[in-house]
T-cell receptor
């Protein structure tokens, strides 16, 4: 049973380009969460999605960032017109249900570097 | 904001038990206590969680105070691979996101 799969593991983008980060949750998990970890900082919540729905996007920057979790396929975190400050590790997690009953399973992350 | 308080760092010797404390004096009746850890350059890893009773699994034990205002993660025999940042997090029964605080950085000496 594969864990949470994130790809790519490393992504380099020039300023102004778009970055697409993919996350395939564990089999049977319908809840996906995205977190960002800036260098030498803690993990910050970005967005919580279920299939075809955004449940909580309170941590998403207002501009340039978007997320989706379509009926088929992985969840995508999209960053348009990247800037140097977007350089960070982006982690995806999944759980079978929301709420405190279950733990999250995290992926290994995508490390985005903007040059 | 995180609703838990943990020491910034702790040290342990290899093969000795480690007790990682966490205070959560404002915990509500429906909050679960979750523990995660993050090894260097890796994603967070689920360790254990509980509501009221003490919990054991293959990784660790979780001791929850009777009033639930504090808890302790117990690693029974620390290994070098247990060196990580340990996060204590409250998660609502119907909540979604986890709010990570600063955690406790555990170092293990050979």
């Amino acid at each position: 049973n594969a864990g949470v799969m994130q790809n790519p593991r490393h992504l380099v983008r020039r300023r102004g380009q778009e970055a697409r980060l993919r996350c395939s949750p564990m089999k049977g998990h319908s809840h996906v969460y995205w977190y960002r970890q800036l260098p030498e900082e803690g993990l910050k919540f970005m967005v919580y999605l279920q299939k075809e729905n955004i449940i909580d996007e309170s941590g998403m920057p207002k501009e340039r960032f978007s997320a989706e979790f379509p009926k088929e396929g992985p969840s995508i975190l999209r960053i348009q017109q990247v800037v140097r400050g977007d350089s960070a590790a982006y982690f995806c997690a999944s759980s079978p249900l929301g709420g405190g009953l279950y733990g999250y399973t995290f992926g290994s992350g995508t490390r985005l570097t903007v040059v | 904001d995180a609703k838990t308080t943990q020491p910034n760092s702790m040290e342990s010797n290899e093969e000795e038990p480690v007790h990682l404390p966490c205070n959560h004096s404002t915990i509500s009746g429906t909050d679960y206590i979750h523990w995660y850890r993050q090894l260097p350059s890796q994603g967070p890893e689920y360790v254990i969680h509980g509501l009221t009773s003490n919990v054991n699994n293959r990784m660790a034990s979780l001791a929850i105070a009777e009033d639930r205002k504090s808890s302790t993660l117990i690693l029974h025999r620390a290994t070098l691979r247990d060196a990580a940042v340990y996060y204590c997090i409250l998660r609502e029964l119907r909540g979604g996101k986890l709010i990570f605080g600063q955690g406790t950085e555990l170092s293990v000496k050979p």
